[in-house]
C-alpha cells in the first residue's frame, strides 16, 4: 500500500500562483510514475499533470506553460507549482501514485481561484 498525503492548497486571485506537495509513504519501492488530477464541481476528475521515475512527463493542453511537476526523490515528494492561475483552475487537486499493483489517490486538497 502507498500512503499520499496533499498539502498546499487554497484561495489565491486570478493571475497568482500556488504550489502544492505531495509526500509518498508505504511501500513505495514499486510506483513508478506520480501526479496530480483534479475534479471541478459537476466535472469528471481529469488529468493534470504527471511524472514518471525516469523524469517522462504528461500534461493537459489546459496548463501547457503555466504548470510545471518535479519531484524530490529523497523524500519521496511530487511537486505541482502551478502560476498564472486562472478561475477554471478552481478543483480539489488529488495525488496519484501508481504501480504494479495499482493505483493510490491523496484526500485531495482544494484550490479555488477567485478575486
Known amino acids: 500500500q502507498v500512503q499520499l498525503v496533499e498539502s498546499g492548497g487554497g484561495l489565491v486571485q486570478p493571475g497568482g500562483s500556488l504550489r502544492l506537495s505531495c509526500a509518498a509513504s508505504g511501500s513505495i519501492f514499486g510506483v513508478y510514475v506520480m501526479g496530480w488530477y483534479r475534479q471541478a464541481p459537476g466535472k469528471q476528475r481529469e488529468l493534470v499533470f504527471t511524472i514518471t521515475n525516469g523524469g517522462s512527463t504528461n500534461y493537459a493542453d489546459s496548463v501547457k506553460g503555466r504548470f510545471t511537476i518535479s519531484r524530490n526523490n529523497a523524500k519521496n515528494t511530487v511537486y505541482l507549482q502551478m502560476n498564472s492561475l486562472k478561475p477554471e483552475d478552481t478543483a480539489v487537486y488529488y495525488c496519484?501514485?501508481?504501480?504494479?499493483?495499482?493505483?493510490?489517490w491523496g484526500q485531495g486538497t482544494q484550490v479555488t481561484v477567485s478575486s
Open positions: 496519484n501514485a501508481r504501480d504494479a499493483a495499482g493505483s493510490y
